[in-house]
């Protein structure tokens, strides 16, 4: 590690700086550039190390003792106790057929959506500007903010989504469609202010890539006498590929996590039907004082979301490729 | 402008009325929050519920901002907020520029891993930093939460400085070097003031990830250092369905950053846009 960046690709252009440095800073001590940068990086690291990674082996290995915060007593070891529990509690399981529900109600809608908005966006050009700023807005709110505000939008005999869809005779009654009480409907509408805050990260994300798509093929396709419909799923949407899914794996991973907006809005409920993961650890965890099943279900969780996420980068994303 | 854009009248027009009717919807529930906030107590839980208030009030602003804790939320949050945004940043721009510039093996594990991190649900880290903090004396502290928040912006605003420093070119350094520029002094007096923009769109997310958090705030904080979002949720059970205090409360901790986000536009969208479309 002594010799000159050996890590450097060859193909670098920043062959200069890997010369000797100036006399001034070698006199005093040997440092070299593959040193140097991992000096830069050094703060960052122990940062994530003593915030991040610490506390997540703490929760690893909580997971294989049970004891109570709350009562106090003895940490009793016992092993693989607290994941024999999690896997066969019915509890656990339909919490995370839920998290995978949630997570594609939320993927999907703002997907499709998301795509449409993007596509009369490059529709009008330049002139969409001002849309695009008013799209921009829902990004900067709080998600319990969101949560709180459409939960009053969706309440029950008062709110105004059912009377407006009551005014335009959509519904015969105001009261006709419980959205946050209805067991079968609960988990969908929880999901609407989240589609309504990160559906515009999805537009503006496709917009962006929208507007590299070379004008020539375009152009080609429609001299070609392609249709709108062909042009968009032979042509578009293939070269889109890399943008759709960096977009869509950064909202999958943060829809599996939801946590803010599913506890403002129905805290898990009616009947436990939007109890998703995130909610019954942390109430595994909070509430019921039970760190160690807690720590068993969130440790699977997380290596559950980890090894998703991480194939879908490494197959579709591949970061730091070369194009 | 590409290809995509639409030359016909016709077709243009019905783009226009579908944007502005999606626009309108969308914009819609924010609106109704604004005007909900104006209405008086009795208006607000009115059956059929009205838009527009028929008379204005800001009394439901008077009785949000003389909440016992209110005014200190905002407080904390605002220091919370600018504490996590500058630890963020000074830990990030070092780290990201040395994964682009020097390029080498550890780099790239260090920044895939902080990929990783970005995705671990902050309830997982959380219930052990309570014990942490406590541990360190921190407990119920701004610079615990702020500390604690940073995990969630640290990874992104390293992989967003490090897009950005990838678009500066090498001969602008190696011509510093020449001129006997240290390598540490190229960083400060070359490079950052090149990409200040992006420097203030890493600053702007890392902001906007402390001001908007609410799991580590319900986790690390119980009096002192309690933030705005736990004061807004607290509405709901402390007084029931107390919707024309908590819609003002809300409305007073959105309209500031949705002021930014509209004056600094082009730097958030290149923020949102440069890691996907780039990567």
């Known amino acids: 590690m002594t010799a000159m960046t050996p890590e450097r690709p060859a193909t670098r252009p920043a062959a200069h700086s890997s010369r000797p440095s100036p006399p001034r800073a070698r006199k005093r001590f040997r440092l070299t550039d593959n040193r140097f940068a991992t000096l830069l990086m050094l703060p960052a690291a122990l940062f994530l190390a003593v915030f991040v990674a610490w506390p997540l082996l703490q929760f690893v290995i909580n997971s294989f003792y049970r004891y109570n915060p709350i009562a106090g007593g003895p940490h009793t070891f016992v092993g693989f106790d607290n994941y024999v529990r999690a896997l066969t509690d019915a509890g656990f399981g339909n919490s995370a057929v839920r998290t995978i529900a949630y997570t594609a109600i939320v993927v999907t809608l703002e997907f499709v959506l998301g795509l449409t908005v993007a596509l009369l966006f490059s529709g009008l050009g330049n002139r969409s500007r001002f849309f695009r700023t008013i799209f921009l807005y829902p990004l900067m709110i709080a998600p319990i903010v969101a949560g709180l505000l459409w939960r009053f939008l969706l309440i029950d005999n008062s709110g105004i989504v059912n009377q407006l869809l009551y005014e335009a005779h959509l519904i015969s009654s105001p009261n006709q469609i419980q959205w946050l009480s209805d067991p079968n409907i609960a988990l969908f509408s929880v999901a609407l202010p989240d589609i309504w805050l990160t559906t515009s990260f999805i537009s503006l994300v496709l917009f962006a890539g929208l507007q590299n798509v070379p004008g020539e093929i375009i152009e080609a396709a429609r001299i070609d006498g392609a249709h709108y419909p062909t042009l968009l799923f032979r042509i578009i949407l293939p070269l889109l590929r890399p943008v759709i899914a960096v977009a869509l794996i950064v909202r999958g991973v943060d829809a599996a996590r939801a946590f803010d907006v599913i506890v403002v809005q129905t805290n898990g409920g009616p009947q436990n039907s939007t109890n998703v993961l995130s909610l019954l650890v942390y109430n595994t965890q909070i509430a019921n004082g039970n760190p160690g099943l807690a720590s068993a279900m969130g440790t699977i969780y997380l290596f559950a979301l980890m090894v998703v996420a991480v194939i879908a980068v490494l197959t579709i994303w591949r970061p730091g490729s070369d194009q | ?279």
Not at chain 2, 217 to 239: E, K
């Open chain 2, 1 to 279: 402008m590409n290809g995509l854009e639409s030359r016909r009248g016709g077709t243009r027009a019905i783009l226009w009325t579908t944007l502005t009717v999606l626009v309108v919807l969308y914009a819609f529930p924010f609106v109704y929050m604004l005007f909900t906030s104006f209405k008086t107590p009795i208006e607000t839980n009115a059956i059929p519920p009205t838009i527009l208030p028929s008379t204005w009030t800001i009394q439901n602003y008077v009785m949000a901002l003389s909440t016992q804790g209110v005014p200190q939320s905002f407080v904390n949050s605002i220091q919370t907020a600018v504490m996590s945004t500058l630890i963020s940043l000074v830990l990030a721009v070092p780290a990201a520029y040395a994964v682009t510039r020097y390029r080498t093996r550890l780099g790239r594990v260090f920044i895939l891993l902080a990929l990783v991190m970005r995705m671990v649900p902050a309830i997982v880290v959380g219930a052990p930093l309570i014990a942490v903090f406590h541990n360190l004396g921190l407990s119920d502290t701004s610079f615990a939460l702020a500390l604690a928040q940073t995990t969630i912006s640290l990874p992104l605003s390293i992989w967003l400085m490090a897009s950005f420093f990838e678009a500066v070119p090498d001969e602008l350094e190696e011509s510093a070097r020449v001129d006997g520029c240290s390598r540490l002094g190229s960083l400060w007096r070359i490079v950052i003031p090149i990409t200040r923009g992006g420097v203030a769109v890493a600053a702007i997310f890392a902001f906007l990830a402390s001001w908007n958090d609410f799991i580590f705030a319900l986790l690390l904080t119980s009096v002192r250092a309690v933030t705005t979002p736990l004061q807004i949720a607290n509405f709901q059970s402390q007084f029931g369905l107390d919707w024309g205090t908590m819609t003002s409360l809300a409305v007073l901790y959105s309209v500031p950053v949705i002021v930014l986000a509209i004056v600094l536009q082009r730097h958030i969208v290149a923020g949102l846009t440069l890691g996907a479309v780039k990567g």
